[in-house]
């Protein structure tokens, strides 16, 4: 690791203060990513701000129709809070499945998608829930907020504070883990609200996370598995490496689409 | 350079660590508890789990001075002077490891595993180990080992 400066922040608006005048900063949260990256030279931060003992973003509350996620929340505490499980099962599974129990007890949501790694899990709920983020300044829609391979569209002294998740009549998120690192190669979060069906994809695209509208159409008129069945993913701009082509990926992510749809209506 | 403090095994220690001293390695070489393991670096292979705080994580992947103001418990901390903890007893009946070198890190996440689910299947226990790596084993008996415990 290169050298940088160590701050650990009190408050969300002590951290705020601090990245805005750093030259270079970055935001700790639970670190999973952000050291490993630092171990190898990918990334020299010169202050490292330190989010993780913040109380007052690591709240999991219900307000009116939405579950709201402090940003400090770790995985663990997402998939064990009887609010989230009692009311969107599905994200607290997804929250149970993420790396490994050790990765969970450190990782946050705040984290996770700040990073929008292309292959991590709840930039796929935040999309398929229709998720607001909120940061210092602003409230942003998950479909603003997602813009691209590790790229969001919060500012460079942005923070984000907590996740507003509407409550689904019900849904579900079908991920196939890569065997080794267990994050998704493909991963598919459906949920069903009372006019619409939304479907977000994680693990296969070039760009990131995204919505498959294609998807969302049919199943909005017919929720069925030989609906979902016919819609079938293009692999033009599916990720293609040693783990797997665009063509078998674009086919896993038909597979666990359908899986879900499957599930949802057993 | 800050000044850290952190209690370990029960014994405050203050010192002052540079910014990017992982958490590990002021375990291992300011603390000389060498029984924390550095496997992977990679936080892959789980041999440099302890508990931070009562929860399991990886020492490799967290700056010492993350932990300034945290309870740490180690492999060396579980024994109660000579009687085993009940886990390291079931991982020697059952002859839960080979060369040795990962089972500090399978001991304290077996423990974390026992500490939040009390009566775990095999599956369970198999599916919570996946942050742990041995190549030794082949995980039979470390399974066997942590049912046994958990049924104790």
């Known amino acids: 690791m290169y050298k940088f400066r160590y701050h650990k922040a009190q408050s969300v608006d002590e951290a705020k203060k601090l990245l805005t005048e750093s030259n270079e900063g970055k935001i700790l949260a639970g670190g999973q990513t952000l050291i490993p990256t630092m171990k190898q030279r990918l990334a020299s931060p010169e202050i490292l701000i330190d989010i993780g003992n913040i109380k007052e973003i690591q709240n999991i509350d219900k307000k009116n129709d939405s579950i709201i996620i402090g940003a400090g929340s770790k995985h663990s505490s997402v998939a064990d809070s009887n609010v989230v499980i009692s009311h969107i099962p599905a994200l607290a599974e997804l929250a149970e499945n993420i790396g490994d129990p050790h990765v969970r007890h450190m990782g946050t949501i705040g984290g996770s998608i700040s990073n929008n790694d292309p292959t991590a899990d709840y930039p796929a709920a935040c999309l398929g829930l229709g998720a607001t983020i909120k940061t210092v300044d602003r409230e942003i829609s998950a479909d603003n907020f997602f813009t691209g391979l590790f790229e969001t569209c919060l500012n460079e002294d942005e923070i984000v504070i907590e996740v507003g998740f509407p409550i689904p009549k019900k849904s579900c998120y079908m991920k196939f883990p890569n065997p080794a690192s267990r994050y998704a190669m493909a991963g598919v979060f459906i949920a069903v609200f009372n006019s619409s069906v939304k479907v977000a994809v994680t693990g296969a695209s070039e760009n990131g996370v995204f919505r498959w509208t294609k998807m969302e159409d049919v199943l909005s008129s017919n929720f069925t598995v030989s609906e979902a069945e016919n819609v079938k993913l293009s692999p033009e701009g599916v990720m293609s490496d040693i783990h797997g082509d665009s063509d078998y990926r674009a086919n896993l992510v038909n597979v666990m689409a359908k899986r879900a749809v499957e599930k949802l209506n057993g | ?152």
């Open chain 2, 1 to 152: 350079m800050p000044n850290i403090n952190i209690n370990i095994n029960g014994k405050d220690y203050s010192a002052i660590t540079e910014e990017r001293q992982l958490l590990v390695n002021f375990i291992r070489d300011e603390v000389d508890l060498t029984g924390t393991h550095v496997g992977c670096d990679t936080s892959q292979c789980g041999s440099c789990v302890i508990h931070l705080n009562g929860k399991a994580i990886k020492s490799c992947t967290m700056l010492a001075v993350q932990a300034d103001g945290a309870e740490i418990l180690t492999i060396e901390g579980v024994a109660e002077g000579d009687n085993l903890h009940p886990m390291q007893e079931a991982f020697r009946e059952h002859h839960g490891l080979q060369c040795g070198f990962c089972t500090p890190g399978m001991i304290m996440s077996a423990i974390d595993i026992i500490n939040r689910k009390p009566n775990p299947d095999e599956q369970t226990v198999r599916e919570e180990l996946e942050g742990n790596l041995c190549r030794c084993t082949g995980y039979q008996n470390i399974v066997k080992a942590i049912l046994s415990a958990a049924n104790k």
